[in-house]
């Protein structure tokens, strides 16, 4: 019979498992030394429904919810079920974890009010982010904000609570559901990322402390919009081309991302003749992945100005992007800004 003598020794042929999310969580409390650990439960509740709705999008082809619902959402988007299935099961899993009092989704008009107006946090979502892609089955993503809310705890949320800067934000980040799922996220110190284990049912620790090369060679647009971009943008495109950088655009905004944030790149959804803000929403798509791309050492930016300085005047506002490898994101935004003297 084996004597294990010590941990070294068992690691010898018991390779570890790693750092599951849940116990990454619970040792970085202590770097906010007044938590109660509210922050760390609705982390936890994320990590929670991204769980159910990675298995729901695993079996959408097998159990009848792919395609459409039937209905518009508030921007006059065509709602995928699978749309509708993850934004009931965010809300459930922020509802039930009783951290949140108020939600904002791309998927409903107003806030969301959970009830719990003693809860200190609100959340901005996409619950589903990309969801043309699901009946092709390519990654799609969730994308997540939490605030702090402005008004006194105990008393019912606004619509104010939310409207903040991203800069204020506490937390944020996003779930790829792909070849592998993975949540990646911040609290302002770093980036971490977290690969879905499917057989023990959590994400471990796979990606620590996430760095964005200041330069790459790719570049995410959707260049079938030429005609409607701004002659800044066109010249930034056509040095993109001169310098032979690679396109790699899924229409998956979470995919592109990812790519970019692991590898270097640029990332743009810029102003159109016909969107002047562009498409993407400020509150849970633009500001959260701009304080993922910032705390990977990466930029975020409209054009003008820093993406988490924008003041939000509305809950579903959109805001032309552009965000990666720093020096690109600087490239592009002198040459837009060339034009706007
Ligand atoms: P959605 O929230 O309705 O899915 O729209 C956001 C998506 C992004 O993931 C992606 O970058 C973009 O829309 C693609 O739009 P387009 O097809 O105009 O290039
Ligand atoms: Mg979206």
Not at 153 to 168: F, L, R, S
Not at 241 to 265: C, E, N, P, W
Request: proline share 4%.
């Amino acid at each position: 019979m084996t004597h294990i003598k010590n941990v070294q020794e068992v690691d010898q042929f018991v390779a570890p498992i790693g750092t599951t999310l849940d116990r990454f969580i619970t040792q970085r409390q202590q770097e906010f030394p007044y938590a109660k650990g509210e922050l760390s439960q609705l982390l936890r509740d994320i990590g929670l429904a991204a769980k159910i709705v990675n298995l729901a999008i695993v079996k959408s082809g097998l159990s009848g919810i792919e395609g459409l619902y039937g209905e518009q959402n508030v921007h006059g988007e065509d709602q995928q079920k699978m749309d509708v299935v993850a934004n009931v099961r965010f809300i459930r899993a922020l509802t039930r974890g009783e951290e949140v009092c108020a939600i904002v989704s791309e998927e409903e008009d107003g806030i969301v009010d959970t009830g719990h107006c003693d809860a200190k946090y609100i959340v901005a979502m996409d619950p589903l982010d990309g969801s043309s892609n699901i009946d092709v089955n390519t990654p799609i993503g969730t994308i997540f904000a939490i605030y702090r809310r402005k008004s006194e705890v105990g008393t019912p949320p606004t619509e104010e609570d939310v409207m903040q800067k991203g800069q204020n934000q506490v937390a944020a980040g996003y779930v790829m559901y792909g070849a592998s799922t993975m949540l990646v996220y911040t609290t302002g110190h770093g980036v971490n990322g977290f690969t879905y284990e499917y057989s023990l049912g959590e994400f471990i620790l796979s990606h620590p402390n996430i760095k964005t090369k200041p330069s790459g060679n790719y570049y995410a647009c959707n260049e079938g919009y030429w005609n409607d971009y701004s002659q800044g943008v066109k010249d930034y495109l056509n040095y993109c081309h001169d310098q032979h950088y690679k396109t790699r655009y899924s229409g998956s905004m979470v995919a592109d991302f990812h790519r970019i944030l692991l590898k270097g790149g640029i990332f743009m959804y810029p102003s159109t003749k016909k969107d002047a803000q562009g498409k993407l929403r400020l509150l849970y798509e633009c500001n959260p992945l701009s304080f993922v791309m910032e705390q990977a050492g990466g930029k975020a930016h409209n054009g003008i100005q820093r993406i988490l300085e924008i003041e939000p005047k509305s809950l579903h506002q959109r805001a032309p992007l552009v965000m990666g490898s720093a020096d690109m994101v600087d490239k592009l935004a002198e040459m837009v800004q060339k034009y706007a003297k």
